[in-house]
Nanobody
């Protein structure tokens, strides 16, 4: 069973920065691509950033490119989301996610989420 625990959310002023962390447990972390999603009130959950198991490839939503950076430390079983130049539109609950395939069947795992509020 994969377990994901996010931390690092909070209240920040526009233009500020936050770093989210997601601690992974249950299997060999480096075998899993990792994803950060977010969900704002009244909106659908959206993919923000992704990173391969080795960390060699990353991808971002257009809305966060150049401002957010996803990274991972496989020795610490942790994935990060560094968020800079935050604006009120970034306010959302941020979720860590990964998928494990068992006999070809995908199982999605989610953390509990961490609230990010950007406001003056």
């Amino acid at each position: 069973q994969v377990q994901l625990v996010e931390s690092g959310g909070g209240l920040v002023q526009p233009g500020g920065s936050l770093r989210l962390s997601c601690a992974f447990s249950g299997f060999t972390f480096s075998r899993f691509a990792m994803y950060w999603y977010r969900q704002a009130p009244g909106k659908e959950r959206e993919l923000v950033a992704s990173i391969t198991g080795t960390g060699g490839s990353t991808d971002y939503a257009d809305s966060v490119k150049g401002r957010f950076t996803i990274s991972r430390e496989n020795a610490k079983n942790t994935v990060y989301l560094q968020m800079n130049s935050l604006n009120p539109e970034d306010t959302a609950v941020y979720y860590c996610n990964t998928t494990r395939f068992t006999s070809g069947v995908p199982y999605d795992y989610w953390g509990q989420g961490t609230q990010v509020t950007v406001s003056s």
